[in-house]
């Protein structure tokens, strides 16, 4: 296990029971859908809706055998215990689904290729499940079961990767301009031609888009 996923866990203990407790992506999609929204998501979990805590958990749990077990435990509890034993724990949970990065931002989620361009939480999900099995190649089970946080850093790694061995435009362009130095410069206004434009090529090209 990574340390990046040790820090996306929550444990929910009760009697013997314990419960590892996970903001995976299939989970955010899942909850974020129930009340058409995370914001409707959060005002049944203000009111400490038995059903919805219930939902939380048995979405995010890492073993559901665990979860029902711990479920079961809290049946016929006042509720004051059960919200004693579960609210805590759910609220690090959501802070974690509404904020993985930590960082302050708005009602929507940020663009996990980070165009600038902001999208909603149900696009975010739906753009991060594409990375995880088309950019990243993971199984469709692999995705699911990771976090945005997981997958937003590995699609980082990727892109990394990517750059260090195809470089990128910037390095080109800027390899380019660097081969014209004035001296180069100079012995192009002597010929009255780049020599390292291929002129044949142009004209070969030409040939055929005008055939």
Request: proline fraction near 5%; glycine fraction near 8%; charged fraction near 20%.
């Given at each position: 296990?990574?340390?990046?996923?040790?820090?996306?866990?929550?444990?929910?203990?009760?009697?013997?029971?314990?419960v590892t407790?996970?903001?995976?992506?299939?989970?955010?999609?899942?909850?974020?859908?129930?009340?058409?929204?995370?914001?409707g998501?959060?005002?049944?979990f203000?009111?400490?809706?038995?059903?919805?805590?219930?939902?939380?958990?048995?979405?995010?749990?890492?073993?559901?055998?665990?979860?029902?077990?711990?479920?079961?435990?809290?049946?016929?509890?006042?509720?004051?215990?059960?919200?004693?034993?579960?609210?805590?724990?759910?609220?690090?949970?959501?802070?974690?689904?509404?904020?993985?990065?930590?960082?302050e931002?708005?009602?929507?989620?940020?663009?996990?290729?980070?165009?600038?361009?902001?999208?909603?939480?149900?696009?975010?999900?739906?753009?991060?499940?594409?990375?995880?099995?088309?950019?990243?190649?993971?199984?469709?089970?692999?995705?699911?079961?990771?976090?945005?946080?997981?997958?937003?850093?590995?699609?980082?790694?990727?892109?990394?990767?990517?750059?260090?061995?195809?470089?990128?435009?910037?390095?080109?362009?800027?390899?380019?301009?660097?081969?014209?130095?004035?001296?180069?410069?100079n012995?192009?206004?002597?010929?009255?031609?780049?020599?390292?434009?291929?002129?044949?090529?142009?004209?070969?090209?030409?040939?055929?888009?005008?055939?």
């Open positions: 296990m990574t340390p990046l996923a040790r820090l996306e866990e929550v444990t929910v203990r009760h009697g013997g029971h314990v407790l996970r903001p995976t992506l299939r989970a955010a999609m899942t909850l974020e859908r129930l009340y058409n929204g995370w914001s998501f959060l005002l049944h203000d009111q400490f809706h038995l059903s919805t805590v219930q939902t939380l958990i048995r979405a995010s749990a890492v073993s559901h055998v665990a979860a029902e077990a711990l479920l079961s435990s809290l049946e016929g509890k006042p509720l004051k215990q059960i919200k004693a034993t579960l609210e805590g724990p759910c609220v690090a949970l959501l802070s974690m689904f509404l904020n993985p990065t930590g960082e931002q708005g009602q929507g989620a940020q663009n996990p290729k980070q165009t600038g361009k902001a999208l909603s939480w149900s696009d975010a999900y739906a753009e991060l499940y594409q990375i995880g099995t088309g950019w990243l190649g993971w199984t469709p089970q692999d995705a699911w079961n990771a976090t945005p946080t997981e997958i937003a850093a590995a699609f980082t790694g990727k892109l990394a990767m990517l750059k260090v061995i195809h470089g990128s435009a910037e390095e080109e362009a800027s390899k380019s301009a660097a081969d014209y130095t004035p001296e180069r410069l012995e192009i206004e002597e010929l009255g031609h780049d020599p390292a434009f291929d002129r044949n090529g142009l004209q070969g090209l030409k040939a055929k888009l005008n055939a």
